[in-house]
Structures are given as C-alpha cells and as structure tokens.
C-alpha cells in the first residue's frame, strides 16, 4: 500500500528525533516532517524510551524496553509489529552506553523564529554510523527541530508541553489484530481509513 512507504521512511526520522537528546524524557508536541515522499504533520507523545507517533492514516509506537515497534492503522483496526534492529539502535545511541556519540556546535539559526544553536550529531554504535543536525533552542536548551545534513528531511516539534504521558499511549489500542509483515498490503482491506 503506498499510503504506507512514508510512513516507514519516517521511523528512522522518528527514532533519531525521539532519541538523540535535547528533549525532556516526557512531553507531547505537534510535529512536521519534510521528506522526499512529501510533508506530514501529526503529533508525538515521549516518555523516557517509549514514543508514539500520530500521523493522518496510522500510529508508529517504539518501545525501546522491548526492542519493538508496532505501525498501526486505526482505519483498518489492524497492527503489524517489528524488532529494533541494530542499525536503528545506532539512531538512539544516547540510550546505549556503549555508543559514542560526537556532537559539534557549527553554527546560529532561527527556526520559527527561536534563535537556536545547529549541531553536527554523529552516532557510532555496532559499525553503524548516523549523522544528523539539531537545531536546539538557545533559551531553553531543548532540540526543537531535527533533520539531515543535506536537507533532504527534517523534523520540527512546535507546541511542546513538558509533563507525564498517559501509559496507554505506549500500546497497541484494544481490539486491533496483529498482520505479519510480508502480507502484500494491497490484499488487505482498508476501506475503512479516512
């Protein structure tokens, strides 16, 4: 199903956002995306190693605890789930004691008119390697917008509000039946997504 291929090229945008610090362990915001396959906004709930992701037509759900992360398409009532492999881990590398982490201050930005500080991030874990630029607000120390070097996407957080998450927001809602992945998605009904 293609409504499902940006969804996936944004997992990686998701984890690396959601993990790389600069961000309070527990907070809602608005977020953008800009990628090659367009623009989607939607909303992110984090606590400490637990994230949800809000898009138009599904919900990724990554649960560092349990090296998962589960895609679901509430219109469709159904859910697929996968491991973290260890090049995603790379992404989240502050979490992992043993990953080295670089971080270099490479210049001044405002984003949405906040003055931000923009850092080169490089993230070393299991020979995998991720780099990224941060753009992390000057008055409150918070990242407020992620993205990669040659601009090709980005993340930017707008509205954030610090405090605790709802556990419920962490799991797969009630009712939802798992699908293995590997079902070509066009065989599976999804007339009922809006």
Known sequence: MRLLKPVAALFSVLLISAFCGALPSDFSADIVNVTPAGTFTGKMYISKDKTRMELPQSIVITRIDRK???MVI???NMYMEQPIDASSMAQMAENIPEAKVRKTKIGE???NG???DRYLVVYEYEGNMSRVIQWIDKSSGMMIKVGSEDDSWYMEYKNIKVGP???SLFEV???CRKILIGIPM??????GMQ
């Open 68 to 70: 998962t992360v589960y």
């Open 74 to 76: 509430p219109g469709a």
């Open 109 to 111: 930005e405002k984003v």
């Open 114 to 116: 906040i003055m931000c």
């Open 165 to 167: 998450q709802d556990a």
């Open 173 to 175: 809602p009630p009712g």
């Open 186 to 191: 066009d065989d599976i009904d999804l007339s």
